[in-house]
T-cell receptor, first 111, second 111 residues
């Protein structure tokens, strides 16, 4: 089993749709979680950190479910500019600096 | 400006040659990482370093070497032993239990 798993997609949605991605992780001791966005042929950039209580940033909401060992990202009112690959990142805490990246979920928002 | 810089942006290597990719950061981060990304694929960890003069192999270290003589610098050498080096190489840095910041990447092509 991979340490961090994501549905590769692609998710193909119309503008204005709500879309959700899940990411599962295998190490129950993991403490830090992040969502990154990667545009084609560019470096990943931090979208948001994921806190135990959940957090929201505009149209984006991230949640953590420790019992089931997954994190989620919800995007409301999708824009064309949201088209990208979304990477789930976990710090497994077996080594405090080693970040584990999922393979990413590709989102395509169509007009 | 604080950030992480990779150079060169594009690099061409003849078969049998060693090449070195540069990565410098001025964020005062302890940890630095090298990832490889193939087209349509996720990030795979090559090497990472938590402190100066120390580094650990990631999932695909064969054919690569690194050094960490200074906190700011973490160069990656792609050796002739790496049989399929054409890829997008990303360097990142992070503080303790925090998100990673990426350089803009180096595209390496074997000619």
């Amino acid at each position: 089993r991979k340490e961090v798993e994501q549905d590769p997609g692609p998710f193909n949605v119309p503008e204005g749709a709500t879309v959700a991605f899940n990411c599962t992780y295998s190490n129950s001791a993991s403490q830090s979680f992040f969502w990154y966005r990667q545009d084609c042929r560019k470096e990943p950039k931090l979208l948001m950190s994921v806190y135990s209580s959940g957090n929201e940033d505009g149209r984006f909401t991230a949640q953590l479910n420790r019992a089931s060992q997954y994190i989620s990202l919800l995007i409301r009112d999708s824009k064309l500019s949201d088209s990208a690959t979304y990477l789930c990142v976990v710090n497994p805490m077996d080594s405090s600096y080693k970040l584990i990246f999922g393979s990413g979920t590709r989102l395509l928002v169509r007009p | 400006d604080g950030g992480i810089t990779q150079s060169p942006k594009y690099l061409f290597r003849k078969e049998g040659q060693n090449v070195t990719l540069s990565c410098e950061q001025n964020l005062n981060h302890d940890a630095m990482y090298w990832y490889r990304q193939d087209p349509g694929q996720g990030l795979r960890l090559i090497y990472y370093s938590q402190i100066v003069n120390d580094f650990q192999k990631g999932d695909i270290a064969e054919g690569y070497s690194v050094s960490r003589e200074k906190k700011e610098s973490f160069p990656l050498t792609v050796t002739s032993a790496q049989k399929n080096p054409t890829a997008f190489y990303l360097c990142a840095s992070s503080g303790s239990n925090t998100e990673a910041f990426f350089g803009q990447g180096t595209r390496l092509t074997v000619v």
